[in-house]
């Protein structure tokens, strides 16, 4: 059977049609390809203000002054104990920067400036914290507590050979959930309990660290955004002046 001419030429026609109006459609979205930067920004930045907000001492009213903005002494005992903390060296110091760049980290993260440098500090921060702090407790920041539902349950479709494991401590972890649930039904106002959310069993895994440092290792590649951090005119900014100095 042949084909007419006219027919293929007019799918050719057609194609090319459809291939120049998606490459226009996605020259025009680069002119928005600064909004998944700001919005990781925005996302990021109230996470690590308040981390590091939460190492200093402002709400300890004997401190007054810049004192204020150096970490707490119980942080900094927890930084060097070898018993029950993290047992680094130099804990005053390294306490002290890990505070340090995750407050002003955060404040410069919002607006946008120093985004790609201020990445790197930031994710060995969330390195140290996933290694010495979460480690030890597997990968879920909440317990999931269905094993049917669980990610982990793909895992056992892969091999990987924790995963069973992890399904077998969700359901036992269910269980306890309901246990407690029944003593609360029983004992005390569920409605003014669960009014502000159902409770759930805090396993404290690597999952919240391991996501800001994709984030922010996505921030380090993408930078802060044109159009939308202060890096963007920054960077404007100094190129016209080597223009300038060129070709004066």
């Known amino acids: 059977m042949n084909i007419p001419n ?73 930084f060097g104990n070898t018993e029950w903390g993290l047992g680094l060296p130099f804990p005053t110091l390294l306490a002290n920067l890990a505070t340090w760049t995750e407050f002003f980290g955060g404040w410069l993260l919002l607006v946008g400036l120093f985004t790609r440098l201020l990445s790197i500090p930031l994710m060995f921060t969330m390195i140290v914290a996933a290694t010495t702090v979460h480690a030890d407790n597997g990968w879920f920041a909440i317990t999931p507590t269905n094993p049917d539902t669980s990610p982990a349950k793909m895992l056992t479709w892969l091999g990987v050979d924790n995963a069973q494991a992890s399904l077998e401590n969700s359901e036992a972890t269910g269980t306890r959930l309901e246990a407690m649930r029944g003593l609360l039904e029983e004992n005390g106002n569920t409605e003014w309990l669960y ?43 100094f190129q016209r002046k080597v223009k300038q100095s060129l070709y004066n």
């Open 6 to 78: 006219y027919y293929i030429d007019d799918v050719i026609m057609t194609s090319l049609t459809l291939i120049n109006t998606y490459q226009k459609f996605i020259e025009t979205l680069k002119n928005f390809d600064g909004i998944p930067s700001l919005l990781l920004r925005l996302y990021l930045a109230p996470i690590f203000i308040m981390a590091g907000y939460g190492k200093m001492q402002f709400i300890n009213p004997e401190v007054t002054g810049l004192a204020n903005f150096l970490t707490s002494p119980d942080i900094i005992t927890w």
């Open 195 to 237: 009014e502000n959310g159902s409770i759930v069993v805090l396993n404290n895994g690597i999952e919240f660290a391991s996501t800001y440092f994709i984030m922010l290792l996505a921030l380090f590649f993408i930078g802060a955004g044109r159009f939308t951090s202060i890096d963007h005119y920054l960077y404007n900014h």
